[in-house]
């Protein structure tokens, strides 16, 4: 991914992006020039940072696929939610 963030929370979310997640980069001093986007690309598509962010991504999904299964956390939790709401 890469990520220009520009306003209020997409700064703390470009954060989580590049740094907790390490799943994609952000434009080099927040504006967007031709220069820094062939850059950027070339860090996610070409260098091995890239292909580490593209593992990455893989094992997220995969967690997300597990989750929103049959016996997944997500539809655990909405189903207790649907229960609370009924009673």
């Not at 690309?41 to 292909?51: A, C, F, N, P, R």
């Amino acid at each position: 991914m890469i990520g220009r963030p520009y306003f209020v929370d997409q700064n703390l979310n470009m954060r989580s992006v590049e740094v907790v997640w390490k799943i994609g980069v952000r434009i080099e001093g927040g504006v967007f020039t031709k220069t820094r986007a062939v850059k950027a690309l070339e860090q996610v598509l070409s260098l091995e940072q890239g292909k580490e962010m593209r593992q990455r991504i893989g094992i997220l999904k995969q967690l997300a696929q597990e989750a929103i299964g049959l016996n997944g956390r997500s539809t655990q939790d909405l189903k207790a939610l649907i229960e609370i709401i009924k009673s």
